[in-house]
């Protein structure tokens, strides 16, 4: 497998992906063992039509929980076996009870519990889930070597997918906070403690909307896919979170310098 070079931490790094990007990806989609996980996907995919027997094909689900960032529960068959079986339609759908929405994005990509027949039949449909799955790998492969510049490579894709399920302003802070990655991008981008997640919800919407107000001039989410907006965004989480490594290891680095350039939130 092709491993994404990644010399630089922090905004540098960042900086350095950005160029890269194109051809990197074109290594790593090229590469041997993704391009058996995908065929496997593409040929089977369309013969499963319960949740179970997709949980019992350890290559299939490899693919599918992938796809959605949720490669690290493919030992949890139980749970995923009813994240998919109880959909999304039912109030108590258990996708629709976690916090975490990516499982209920994840159940209702599938369609089991939804209908007499599941999304997997439809045409396009392994194409749409292998190109989540590709993108997912890649950031995954930069994650190995730096975790910071993964979740930034994740801030368009969630982006968009919170902008595509409401445009009310209060229900798309409510999609970040139900988005771990993104979650995590945002709180740091806005000065945030890391106790902030155990504060009352309506006080955390308030605080989300009164920094994003401050640092970006708009409390909107959808606004920050402005392509100035979000690389404000990536820069300001990647330098206050290298700023934060750094004073926790006692070491001065450049991200502290960098970090003194970034107007107060307030």
Do not use: C
Request: net charge negative; proline share 4%.
């Amino acid at each position: 497998m092709f491993q994404p070079v990644v010399p630089l931490t922090g905004y540098v790094g960042w900086k350095f992906l950005e160029r890269t990007l194109a051809p990197q990806q074109e290594a790593f989609e090229s590469s041997t063992v993704l391009a058996r996980a995908k065929d496997h996907f593409r040929e089977n995919i369309g013969q499963i039509n319960s949740a179970e027997a997709l949980v019992n094909d350890r290559q299939l689900l490899e693919v599918a929980l992938g796809a959605f960032g949720l490669s690290e529960d493919i030992d949890n068959k139980f749970f995923i076996q009813k994240i998919l079986s109880d959909g999304t339609t039912s109030d108590d759908a258990l996708s629709n009870r976690l916090a975490d929405k990516r499982y209920r994005a994840f159940s209702e990509a599938f369609g089991f519990g939804e209908s007499a027949a599941p999304k997997t039949v439809y045409a396009g449909f392994p194409d749409k889930i292998i190109d989540l799955y590709t993108q997912k790998e890649f950031e995954r492969a930069v994650g190995e070597q730096d975790n910071d510049l993964r979740l930034a490579l994740n801030v368009e894709t969630s982006l968009e997918n919170v902008s595509k399920q409401t445009q009310a302003t209060d229900s798309q802070w409510f999609a970040v906070m139900g988005d771990p990655p993104l979650r995590q991008v945002m709180e740091k981008a806005l000065g945030l403690p890391s106790s902030f997640a155990q504060i009352d919800i309506d006080q955390q919407l308030s605080t989300f909307k009164e920094r994003a107000s401050a640092t970006f001039g708009t409390d909107r989410v959808s606004d920050l896919l402005e392509p100035e907006q979000q690389e404000k965004l990536i820069r300001l989480f990647l330098i206050r979170s290298e700023a934060a490594t750094s004073s926790i290891s006692g070491g001065a680095n450049a991200a502290l310098t960098l970090l003194r350039s970034v107007p107060p939130l307030y």
